[in-house]
């Protein structure tokens, strides 16, 4: 079945180590997303991607970094985790960032940083 | 600035209606969405407003008033598996998507 998938699904990492959370497509999707998640707040995006090799900045992109090589792979890379990135992290696309373009989700990363 | 606002909490009984709505605030507007959440799973996609009136779907419809700023979303004869979040969100004028906190639906027998 075509869609996102994430991985890991799971993972506690201690507070300075690096972390690289990855996602990957084959709906052949232009335009990329990382959101976190945290209770009591709307998603929020940390970076975003409209094409294979152009990345941007969300709303929250401080301690996260992103790559777009290709149009199926978009990671996010925590350099130096800290306990306030212990979230719910979601990867979506969509075909182009434009007008009524829906997003699909993946699954979801939850991240504990101790 | 942009805001948006939803109820945090609602509750609801099985086979009835419920109306849930979304206020905001924006400089730029590009269309409406809602979206669907099952605890411990992924967002998916519901609707998409971008015109004033009603959009309707089988037991889901959304509403869009662009000059009050508000929207709601109408869930008919309610079946447990709508307990879910349900999360608005509006396309700003670089079509990026900003995000309510959701308001979380309990059906109840």
């Known amino acids: 079945i075509a869609g996102i998938t994430q991985a890991p699904t799971s993972q506690i990492l201690a507070a300075g180590r690096r972390m690289t959370l990855r996602c990957t497509q084959d709906?052949?999707?232009?335009?990329m997303y990382w959101y976190r998640q945290d209770l009591g707040l709307g998603l929020r995006l940390i970076h975003y991607?409209?094409?294979?090799?152009?990345?941007g900045k969300g709303e929250v992109p401080d301690g996260y970094s992103v790559s777009r090589a290709n149009t199926d792979d978009f990671p996010l890379t925590l350099a130096s985790a800290v306990p306030s990135q212990t979230s719910v992290y979601f990867c979506?696309?969509?075909?182009?960032?434009?007008?009524?373009?829906?997003?699909?989700f993946g699954e979801g990363s939850r991240l504990t940083v101790l | 600035g942009q805001n948006i606002d939803q109820p945090t909490e609602m509750t609801a009984t099985e086979g009835a209606i419920v109306q849930i709505n979304c206020t905001y605030q924006?400089?730029?507007?590009?269309?409406l969405f809602w979206y669907q959440q099952h605890a411990g799973e992924a967002p998916t996609f519901l609707s998409y407003?971008?015109l004033d009136g009603l959009e309707e779907k089988g037991r889901f419809s959304s509403f869009l008033s662009r000059s009050k700023g508000y929207s709601y979303l109408l869930l008919k004869e309610l079946q447990m598996k709508d307990s879910a979040s349900y999360l608005c969100?509006?396309?700003?004028?670089?079509?990026?998507?900003?995000w309510g906190a959701g308001t979380k639906l309990i059906i109840k027998p």
């Open positions: 979506a696309s969509s075909e182009q960032q434009g007008e009524g373009g829906e997003l699909f």
């Open positions: 991607s409209n094409t294979a090799g152009t990345t």
């Open positions: 969100a509006l396309s700003d004028s670089n079509y990026q998507l900003i």
């Open positions: 407003n971008v």
């Open positions: 924006t400089s730029g507007f590009n269309g």
């Open positions: 709906m052949r999707h232009n335009a």
